[in-house]
């Protein structure tokens, strides 16, 4: 396995971890807080907490989809052009990506002094900045996946494979093994 390869499969994992412990947190936080609610003793900071925990969810989710290449795209339509064309598109498409993720970590980060001085309303001692610092992580993060995912997606769109059809063709694989699986 190759150091690039390896780099991926860790940060994937992590993403993973990450995006799991996230998931089981806000499951947890929005389950307590509704038996709370039941018994008459509600969390005064649920709306507040919960809402940056699916922000946080969505944003370090969507680097794991950009990791694995499963973000919203065009393969369809990439593979289908001429070779030539297909890699100024896959290269321009590259460019507009880490570029717009590029103004969005910039701006990000210069929003956090702006947020430094202002706290949660329903829990003070955590400040703003820190709930917002998911935006230039995740936008570092989100180009980091794509520069380690790149060579692979190079790879495919060289040969016209599509990522999405090689999704649906492992999918009916998949479904028609548990089918005899399930008959046997």
Known sequence: MSSLARVNLLLERLLE????????ALTAIVI????????????SWYDEVASIGLAWLSFYGANLAALKRSHMGFPGLVSRAPAALRATLFILSEVIVIGFFLVIAYYGYRVLDILAWDNLVTLPSIGLDVTQSV???SAVLFILCELLSMPMAWRKMRSGVNSEEEE?????RQAEDDLKEQRA
């Open 168 to 172: 649906i063709e492992a999918a009916i």
């Open 17 to 24: 971890v990450l995006t799991v412990f996230l998931l089981l």
């Open 32 to 43: 307590a807080a509704v038996g709370f609610r039941m018994v008459g003793n509600s969390f």
């Open 135 to 137: 935006i230039p992580i």
